[in-house]
């Protein structure tokens, strides 16, 4: 009984292994797009104005909310099918951390809005901001996975032009004769 409730533990271990990443760039890229596509519907996204006010309030009053919504729509898109299809992966997670890295700018800008009286009592558009700690540390794993994998087939590649290498005709074998004890 043991052996079969640690065979279907390692059985479920080695699935998570082989898909979790795979999983986890799909689920994340699809977030992006959802989130994205509502962008460029006017109304369609509960945090159109904070992201409007926010780019706006960034650049000084140059980019209105019209022209930077859809801009951020486009950019958003371009994160989730960059995730979902794996194409471009490096350029879509550079894309993606600053993006991120501007969803916390409505914290600095505006703090009577996100937080309750105390940086410790995030209101609901605080704790919707916050929450992208979670998405930033997925792009993180990505990128490491990314990382990884690129050192994987390097290594791939170089062992491959070793044994390319390999000159069978160079070889010298010598055979010596030892007695037995």
Same mark, same amino acid.
């Given at each position: 009984?043991?052996?079969?409730?640690?065979?279907?533990?390692?059985?479920?271990?080695?699935?998570?292994?082989?898909?979790?990443?795979?999983?986890?760039?799909?689920?994340?890229?699809?977030?992006?797009?959802?989130?994205?596509? @509502?962008?460029?519907?006017?109304?369609?996204?509960?945090?159109? *104005? /904070?992201?409007?006010?926010?780019?706006?309030?960034?650049?000084?009053?140059?980019?209105?909310?019209?022209?930077?919504?859809?801009?951020?729509?486009?950019?958003?898109?371009?994160?989730? *099918?960059?995730?979902?299809?794996?194409?471009?992966?490096? *350029?879509? @997670?550079?894309?993606?951390?600053?993006?991120?890295?501007?969803?916390?700018?409505?914290?600095?800008?505006?703090?009577?809005?996100?937080?309750?009286?105390?940086?410790?009592?995030?209101? @609901?558009?605080?704790?919707?901001?916050?929450?992208?700690?979670? *998405?930033?540390?997925?792009?993180? /794993?990505?990128?490491?996975?990314?990382? !990884?994998?690129?050192?994987?087939?390097?290594?791939?590649?170089?062992?491959?032009?070793?044994?390319?290498?390999?000159? /069978?005709?160079?070889? !010298?074998?010598?055979?010596?004769?030892?007695?037995?004890?």
């Amino acid at each position: 009984m043991l052996d079969l409730a640690e065979s279907a533990r390692t059985s479920i271990n080695n699935w998570k292994k082989r898909n979790g990443i795979h999983i986890l760039r799909f689920s994340l890229g699809f977030i992006f797009l959802w989130f994205g596509v @509502l962008k460029f519907f006017h109304g369609a996204s509960p945090a159109e *104005l /904070v992201a409007g006010r926010t780019i706006s309030h960034l650049t000084l009053g140059l980019l209105k909310p019209s022209i930077s919504l859809p801009l951020l729509a486009l950019w958003e898109c371009t994160i989730g *099918l960059g995730l979902i299809t794996g194409a471009w992966l490096r *350029l879509t @997670l550079i894309l993606l951390y600053f993006q991120m890295a501007g969803t916390f700018l409505p914290l600095l800008f505006f703090p009577h809005e996100t937080f309750s009286g105390s940086i410790f009592i995030p209101t @609901l558009l605080g704790q919707y901001i916050i929450k992208n700690c979670v *998405l930033i540390s997925a792009g993180i /794993v990505l990128g490491a996975d990314l990382q !990884n994998s690129s050192k994987i087939k390097a290594t791939e590649q170089e062992y491959q032009t070793e044994v390319v290498d390999f000159d /069978v005709d160079k070889i !010298n074998i010598t055979s010596t004769t030892h007695p037995s004890p």
